[in-house]
Antibody, heavy 118, light 110 residues
């Protein structure tokens, strides 16, 4: 079955960097686009970024453009999120999720918590 | 980036039906069937329950149904059960890569 396991979260000071990883299994990772979606404490879901399969086309939410970079290693079935210049408002659970075939996001990881302290 | 508007909360008694609305303004939302719905129970990851406006993934009870008219998509839940108490989010694909989520609706089963 499809499994997405995030790691790399933790407490980091404002202005510093952090890299998240998402290990995928149970499907042909290289054939699917992937998303990062975050959820601040007590708040709703916020789409962060997307990376396509094959073309590696990327897109970002306005709130992270220029600070976050998404990339993938298809040989390792792993998705990454490089987060630079972190701010307090980036504090959230970060979910890795698979781009589904029906304009949806069909599988989600369990999330990893990032806390940015000032 | 485009926004989707949901009511903050809805409630209903066991066995009753509720409807959660999702209002969008983008042409992608209005003109295409790119709307999906997600259920998030406390402390868990979101789960896809409706895709392409009306379709249910395997394993989702038929008590859950979706529809769309113009700029408003709706999630209907009939025969409410205690286990349906959760947060519900609508989402739409915008362009070829972007996703947008609604603010979420908390469903309380009284």
């Amino acid at each position: 079955q499809v499994q997405l396991v995030e790691s790399g979260g933790g407490v980091v000071q404002s202005g510093r960097s952090l890299r998240l990883s998402c290990a995928a299994s149970g499907f042909s990772f290289s054939r699917f686009g992937m998303h990062w979606v975050r959820q601040a404490p007590g708040k709703g879901l916020e789409w962060v970024t997307f990376i396509a399969s094959e073309t590696y086309t990327r897109d970002y939410a306005n709130s992270v453009t220029g600070r976050f970079t998404v990339f993938r290693d298809d040989s390792r079935n792993t998705l990454y999120l490089q987060m630079n210049s972190l701010r307090a408002e980036d504090t959230a659970i970060y979910y890795c999720a698979r781009d589904g075939p029906h304009y949806d996001v069909d599988h989600w990881g369990q999330g990893t918590l990032v806390t940015v302290s000032s | 980036q485009s926004a989707l508007t949901q009511p903050p909360s809805v409630s209903g008694s066991p066995g009753q039906s509720v409807i959660i609305s999702c209002i969008g303004t983008s042409s992608d939302f209005v003109n295409y069937n790119r709307v999906s719905w997600y259920q998030q129970s406390p402390g868990t990851a979101p789960k896809l329950i409706i895709y392409e406006v009306t379709n249910r993934p395997s394993g989702v009870p038929d008590r859950f149904s979706g529809s769309k008219s113009g700029n408003t998509a709706s999630l209907s839940i009939s025969g409410l059960q205690a286990e349906d108490e959760a947060d519900y989010y609508c989402s739409s694909k915008i362009g070829s890569t972007t996703r947008v989520f609604g603010g979420g609706t908390k469903l309380t089963v009284l």
